[in-house]
């Protein structure tokens, strides 16, 4: 969870760095591919961590003083502007590691995030301590009577602006203020926290199963605060680095050695024209697809091969929708063409409330307006007689060139072509010439539109994959409570209330 800009430097010197298990970029050393060598290589690495963790703590008061200053003189002028600031959040480190598709760009990915800030703040809002409202409260009434006084004062005999500390303590007082204040939620706010979990989930696209039945406990709330940290927190992170990196590397890195290069040496594979690549960045579904993760009957791999939490499967579905040109493996294609069925079957019963598409469109349709507008032109689709192969329902497809600007970072072409999830639902036909750009109703341009794309295929996958779970622990359940009834029924000389009493206790 703790990862700063110092320990992440550390991390690529040692793992691709001049100190790694690498050769060259994108060659492996021929021995870290030996089961053989793993030891040996596991303990040139050990001892390459160890090194380094020693300089880093030999070099940690310098570092440390240095580290200060850099932030003092990074943040001050941000504070003195906007005290807030530091009393705000932002996505840590470890999230944009954790949240980050296989082969994302960053530009990608920081459009998500941005996307899914507004949600998880409001979020992580509905969450207050009473006690710590009512300090917060207090001191803030407190310091902001101090500052408005030392101003008032100010006005009445202007030779008290005079002196530096009257200036430091107004100033002081105001960031203090100003921090204290964004503790305190709006009392006529009304939270719903499971919702804005779900329009999180629709940019983010990964979290653990029990974010999504437990949305409304703390316990969530917490392990949120790891990827979507105060901004403060991430700056004591930062002061404290130096101090922090060589405990890291010494005490706890340099152990796990011989389960990195383990790693390097199980999912590595060689592609021609590249080189030594992660085997996990091909988005193979047969060798590292999940079973609860709509890729049943597809993939072969086992616990240790599986990627989690639908890794594997929605890195695939994003690729392709960011590379709409790209020819997929053939059983990548498979997948995916086998997904957009079962989306397409789903929709044909989108009149159904429990139905995982109809919960998928709601969910999406609390994003914003204008997506409100094209989930309103599905469920009129679906009404109506589904298009063949070769033809197409036109829903005001428009030819009007739309100006899109930051077309150099932006998330796939700037131009409409068809392979969507949305188009082939809404049944639209795309030139697909560059520089053409088709419009809905909605006026979403071909960007917007990618993303509402992405989002409803990771909400209709996580609604099918808690399914799955629920389906599988009723069935768990099931088994359970039967081989007891039966062993229960062998035995008649046990008592009913013993009967009643475990199946309670269980």
Same mark, same amino acid.
């Given at each position: 969870i703790? &990862?700063?800009s110092?320990l992440e430097?550390?991390l690529?010197l040692?793992l691709?760095?001049?100190?790694s298990?690498f050769?060259?970029?994108g *060659?492996?050393k021929?021995?870290?591919?030996?089961?053989?060598?793993?030891?040996?290589?596991?303990t040139?690495?050990?001892?390459?961590i160890?090194? +380094?963790g020693?300089?880093n703590l030999?070099?940690a008061?310098?570092?440390?003083?240095?580290? %200060?200053?850099?932030e003092?003189v990074?943040?001050?002028g941000?504070v003195?502007h906007e005290p $807030?600031?530091?009393?705000m959040?932002k996505?840590?480190?470890? #999230?944009?590691?954790?949240?980050?598709? %296989?082969?994302?760009?960053?530009?990608?990915?920081?459009?998500?995030?941005?996307?899914?800030?507004k949600?998880a703040r409001?979020?992580?809002?509905?969450f207050?301590?009473?006690l710590l409202?009512i300090i917060?409260r207090?001191?803030?009434?407190?310091?902001g009577?101090v500052?408005?006084? &030392?101003?008032?004062?100010?006005l009445?005999?202007?030779k008290i602006l &005079? @002196?530096? @500390?009257?200036?430091?303590?107004i100033g002081f007082?105001t960031?203090?203020?100003m921090?204290l204040?964004s503790? !305190?939620p709006?009392?006529?706010?009304?939270?719903?926290?499971?919702?804005?979990m779900q329009?999180m989930?629709?940019?983010?696209h990964? !979290?653990?199963?029990h %974010?999504?039945?437990?949305a409304?406990?703390?316990i969530?709330?917490d392990?949120?605060?790891?990827?979507?940290q105060?901004?403060?927190t991430?700056?004591?992170e930062?002061?404290?680095?130096p101090?922090?990196?060589p405990y890291?590397?010494?005490f706890?890195?340099?152990h796990?050695?011989?389960?990195?290069?383990?790693?390097?040496?199980?999912f590595?594979?060689?592609?021609a024209g !590249?080189?030594d690549?992660?085997s996990?960045s091909l988005?193979?579904?047969?060798k590292h697809g999940?079973?609860?993760?709509?890729?049943?009957g597809?993939?072969?791999a086992?616990?240790?091969q599986?990627?989690?939490?639908?890794?594997?499967?929605?890195s695939?579905?994003?690729f *392709?929708?960011m590379n709409?040109?790209?020819q997929?493996?053939?059983s990548?294609n498979?997948f995916?063409?086998?997904f957009?069925?079962?989306v397409?079957?789903?929709r044909?019963?989108?009149t159904?409330i429990?139905? =995982?598409f109809?919960?998928s469109l709601?969910s999406?349709s #609390?994003?914003?307006i204008q997506?409100a507008?094209?989930?309103?032109?599905l469920?009129?689709s679906?009404?109506?007689?589904? =298009?063949g192969p070769? #033809?197409f329902i036109?829903?005001g497809v428009?030819?009007?060139r739309?100006p899109?600007? $930051?077309?150099? +970072?932006a998330?796939g072409p700037?131009?409409l072509v068809?392979g969507?999830?949305?188009?082939?639902l +809404?049944?639209?036909?795309?030139?697909?010439e560059?520089g053409? !750009?088709?419009?809905l =109703?909605?006026?979403?341009?071909p960007?917007q539109?990618?993303a509402?794309d992405?989002?409803?295929?990771?909400?209709?996958?996580?609604e099918v994959?808690?399914r799955?779970?629920q389906?599988?622990?009723?069935?768990?359940d099931?088994?359970q409570s039967t081989?007891?009834?039966?062993?229960n029924?062998?035995?008649?000389?046990?008592p009913l209330?013993e009967i009643? *009493?475990?199946?309670?206790?269980?």
């Amino acid at each position: 969870i703790y &990862l700063s800009s110092g320990l992440e430097y550390n991390l690529e010197l040692l793992l691709f760095g001049s100190l790694s298990p690498f050769k060259g970029t994108g *060659t492996l050393k021929e021995e870290c591919k030996k089961y053989t060598k793993r030891r040996e290589v596991a303990t040139e690495l050990s001892r390459n961590i160890l090194i +380094c963790g020693v300089i880093n703590l030999v070099l940690a008061p310098a570092i440390l003083i240095w580290q %200060f200053l850099y932030e003092y003189v990074t943040y001050s002028g941000i504070v003195r502007h906007e005290p $807030g600031s530091l009393g705000m959040r932002k996505w840590s480190a470890y #999230s944009k590691l954790y949240l980050r598709h %296989f082969n994302e760009l960053d530009h990608e990915l920081n459009a998500r995030l941005s996307r899914a800030y507004k949600p998880a703040r409001e979020y992580m809002r509905c969450f207050s301590s009473p006690l710590l409202v009512i300090i917060a409260r207090g001191l803030a009434q407190i310091t902001g009577s101090v500052v408005v006084c &030392l101003i008032i004062w100010g006005l009445v005999k202007e030779k008290i602006l &005079l @002196f530096n @500390f009257v200036i430091m303590l107004i100033g002081f007082g105001t960031i203090l203020f100003m921090c204290l204040s964004s503790f !305190v939620p709006d009392e006529n706010a009304v939270f719903l926290p499971n919702q804005l979990m779900q329009k999180m989930i629709a940019d983010v696209h990964y !979290v653990p199963d029990h %974010f999504k039945k437990l949305a409304h406990t703390s316990i969530v709330r917490d392990e949120l605060s790891h990827l979507f940290q105060y901004k403060f927190t991430y700056l004591l992170e930062e002061l404290f680095s130096p101090l922090i990196t060589p405990y890291i590397l010494i005490f706890h890195l340099r152990h796990r050695a011989l389960d990195i290069v383990d790693f390097f040496r199980s999912f590595t594979v060689d592609v021609a024209g !590249v080189g030594d690549v992660c085997s996990f960045s091909l988005m193979d579904v047969t060798k590292h697809g999940n079973h609860n993760w709509l890729s049943q009957g597809h993939t072969k791999a086992d616990q240790y091969q599986q990627a989690e939490d639908g890794k594997t499967e929605l890195s695939l579905i994003h690729f *392709t929708l960011m590379n709409p040109h790209w020819q997929p493996p053939p059983s990548s294609n498979m997948f995916i063409q086998d997904f957009k069925e079962q989306v397409n079957v789903a929709r044909e019963q989108c009149t159904n409330i429990g139905n =995982p598409f109809y919960n998928s469109l709601n969910s999406l349709s #609390s994003l914003g307006i204008q997506y409100a507008s094209l989930v309103n032109s599905l469920h009129q689709s679906a009404h109506q007689s589904h =298009p063949g192969p070769n #033809s197409f329902i036109n829903y005001g497809v428009s030819s009007e060139r739309i100006p899109i600007t $930051g077309v150099t +970072c932006a998330e796939g072409p700037p131009y409409l072509v068809e392979g969507g999830l949305l188009t082939g639902l +809404c049944g639209i036909n795309v030139n697909g010439e560059v520089g053409e !750009v088709c419009s809905l =109703p909605n006026d979403l341009n071909p960007i917007q539109i990618r993303a509402a794309d992405m989002s409803l295929s990771a909400l209709y996958m996580h609604e099918v994959h808690n399914r799955q779970l629920q389906s599988c622990g009723a069935q768990g359940d099931r088994t359970q409570s039967t081989n007891q009834q039966e062993e229960n029924n062998g035995n008649e000389e046990s008592p009913l209330l013993e009967i009643i *009493t475990s199946n309670y206790t269980q």
